[in-house]
């Protein structure tokens, strides 16, 4: 079974300019989660999608958004980008229907660098 | 902010000597989840604790989930240069009679191991 997918793995982008990052779950998994990750702030929850629904979102500022389309693959934007939204974005899929209590498989990634 | 805080950050030991981390929530957790991320990999999930009190063991590692279901801790047992990485816990509040849906990560503990 293929695991989870992200592209672009690695990307630079200048500030103010938009990205959209991709993320394909394990097969059959209807949950896609983001989470950004920073040397200093761990693992900080995004949002998390379910049967294209979004169903919980972290304390991350409008210009980050996501949508999940039918076949569950997710996409997650941040448009106007600082400095400071450098980090590694991890998508994770999980097969669990009820959010937050399932086994999390995450992608490697896509490294962002605002310059 | 963080909502779930992990001690210590960092931990030096030598090869052959015990490990511990532990999680900390100011709220009642519906879960607690540990994962294993390597140097430059993604998060592994290890395990999920889901019982007041519960004990899980993995070979050397070793769950805890506290009475309250506030805190938790992983013990690891005569480490070896393979337990190297950064060990993270995740924990799904509870709100009410049901829970936010949002697992929460730590910061998480990194742990080198010298040979």
């Known amino acids: 079974k293929a695991g989870v997918t992200q592209t672009p793995r690695y990307l630079i982008k200048t500030r103010g300019q938009q990205v959209t990052l991709s993320c394909s779950p394990i097969?059959?998994?209807?949950?896609v989660s983001w989470y950004q990750q920073t040397p200093g702030q761990g693992l900080q929850f995004l949002f998390e999608?379910?049967?294209?629904?979004?169903?919980n979102k972290g304390n991350f500022p409008g210009r980050f958004s996501g949508r999940q389309f039918s076949n569950s693959r997710s996409e997650m934007n941040v448009s106007t980008l600082e400095l400071g939204d450098s980090a590694l974005y991890l998508c994770?899929?999980?097969?669990?229907?009820?959010?937050?209590?399932?086994?999390?498989?995450f992608g490697e990634g896509s490294r962002l660098t605002v310059l | 902010g963080q909502q779930v805080m992990q001690i210590p950050q960092y931990q030096h030991v030598q090869e052959g000597e015990d490990f511990t981390t532990y999680c900390n929530s100011s709220?009642?957790?519906?879960?607690i989840q540990w994962y294993k991320q390597r140097p430059g990999g993604h998060p592994v999930f290890l395990i999920q604790?889901?019982?007041?009190?519960e004990v899980k063991k993995q070979k050397r590692l070793t769950f805890q989930f506290g009475e309250a279901k506030k805190n938790s801790s992983l013990h690891i047992t005569a480490t070896q240069t393979t337990d190297v990485g950064t060990y993270f816990c995740?924990?799904?509040?509870?709100?009410?009679?049901?829970?936010?849906?949002?697992?929460?990560f730590g910061q998480g503990t990194t742990l080198q191991v010298k040979p």
């Open positions: 097969s059959g998994h209807r949950s």
């Open positions: 709220t009642t957790l519906s879960n």
């Open positions: 604790l889901v019982k007041s009190g």
């Open positions: 994770a899929s999980s097969g669990t229907g009820t959010g937050g209590l399932g086994e999390l498989f």
């Open positions: 999608y379910f049967s294209e629904t979004q169903r």
């Open positions: 995740a924990g799904t509040r509870r709100q009410g009679s049901s829970n936010t849906g949002k697992l929460i």
